[in-house]
């Protein structure tokens, strides 16, 4: 088995007397700078004018521009759009280094040489394997989301020690963290996105409600079936695994699990796999995805829009009206802006 490392193996007093430099407040940024801020590590976060800028002033940060945040900085964490970060870093990032540690939490712009960061800092990834929201509110109720972490460059010897402090205030050590390189990060993490927990998931979804509706079922029905107990079914493997989900369910289900899931997901699905995995080793994806951004994303947002309007969003968005507990995290941001 792998060296998982826990809270035990972080040196408490790492951060003592720094500074970390949070670029971008999204989906990782708030959560990162939030839980080290409640983990006592003092945080400057870097952005540009707009909503991020307000929002993080709201949640009562010190908010610097890209350049004055780095500048002021002992460490700096990139959150910005991985699209979007080689410009900010050869512009507004890279000269203002001099001699801080450089970290990411996705090894893209390193790995695939969009950003080649000078060889007199530490540069490093702690990768939390769950989205930004997740980060937060798993920390918030005493939890964490396990992460990788990866050493790029370590001119200074302690950038290991950096990176377990720092996966130990984002909450992650509470769950464990492994080592790995920033080239199987990225490779990883594509594949899993694009495989399984994105693009096979939502291929899967959709095929199973296409199916149902073309059948003549009804599309409330087949919204229920095929995407909200979703969620009920992956709560149990994530607690339990593929047993414990498989103790919940009936027999019968089981048996169907066993017989049919194989024709499914058959042979010619991980041919499929395998050849989404070479694109991502030979960087043919990366190649395709800078490029779709360097045309301001003409396939991108024509293929968004045409999924915000398939039939299973529109009946979702119906169906969720009668059940805002699904949506806890929603309920907490309407009653907080309700307070201010
Ligand atoms: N999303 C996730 O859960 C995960 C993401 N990662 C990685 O984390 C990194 C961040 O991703 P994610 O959190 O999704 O990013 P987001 O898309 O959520 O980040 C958007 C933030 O970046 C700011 N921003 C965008 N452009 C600029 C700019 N030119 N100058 C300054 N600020 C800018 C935005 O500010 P504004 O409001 O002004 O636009 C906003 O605060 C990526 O490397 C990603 O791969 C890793 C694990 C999971
Ligand atoms: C699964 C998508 C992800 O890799 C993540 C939340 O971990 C991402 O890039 O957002
Ligand atoms: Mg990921
Ligand atoms: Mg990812």
Same mark, same amino acid.
């Given at each position: ?26 989906? $990782? ?8 801020? #409640? ?30 945040? /780095?500048?002021?900085? #002992? ?6 759009? #991985?699209?979007? $970060? ?56 005493? !939890? ?5 972490? !990866? ?107 066993? /017989? ?6 058959? #042979? ?12 991502? $080793? ?28 398939? $039939? ?29």
């Amino acid at each position: 088995m792998a060296k998982m490392y826990y809270n035990g193996d972080a040196n408490e007093a790492y951060f003592n007397g720094k500074r970390v430099a949070v670029v971008g407040y999204g989906s $990782q940024g708030h959560a990162h700078a939030q839980n080290l801020r #409640d983990s006592g590590v003092e945080v400057v976060i870097g952005l540009r004018q707009g909503k991020s800028w307000e929002k993080a002033e709201q949640d009562g940060f010190e908010v610097k521009t890209v350049a004055e945040a /780095v500048a002021a900085a #002992d460490v700096v964490m990139i959150l910005l759009p #991985d699209e979007r $970060q080689t410009a900010v870093y050869k512009n507004e990032i890279e000269p203002q280094l001099s001699g801080q540690a450089l970290m990411f939490a996705h090894g893209f712009n390193v790995h695939f040489n969009q950003i080649v960061p000078p060889e007199s800092c530490d540069v490093l990834l702690v990768a939390p394997k769950g989205p930004g929201h997740l980060v937060r509110r798993t920390y918030q109720e005493g !939890a964490g989301v396990p992460a990788l972490f !990866a050493i790029h460059q370590d001119v200074t010897g302690t950038a290991r020690e950096l990176a377990l402090a720092y996966a130990k205030a984002i909450g992650a050590l509470r769950a464990g963290a492994l080592e790995t390189t920033f080239k199987e990060e990225t490779e990883t993490d594509l594949f899993g996105e694009q495989a399984v927990l994105c693009g096979g998931l939502t291929s899967l979804v959709k095929a199973g409600f296409e199916t149902l509706v073309e059948a003549g079922y009804q599309p409330e029905l087949a919204y229920f079936e095929t995407m909200h107990e979703l969620k009920l079914i992956v709560d149990l493997m994530y607690e339990g695994g593929l047993e414990g989900m498989r103790y919940s369910i009936s027999d019968t289900a089981q048996w169907g699990d066993f /017989v049919s899931g194989p024709r499914v997901v058959n #042979d010619q699905v991980k041919e499929e796999m395998r050849r989404v995995l070479t694109d991502i $080793q030979e960087g043919t994806f990366a190649k395709g995805w800078i490029a779709e951004n360097e045309n301001n994303r003409p396939v991108f947002n024509s293929i968004n829009e045409k999924e915000n309007r398939h $039939q299973i969003e529109e009946v979702g968005r119906e169906l969720r009206k009668m059940m805002p507990f699904v949506n806890k995290q929603k309920q907490r941001e309407v009653a907080a802006s309700a307070k201010n």
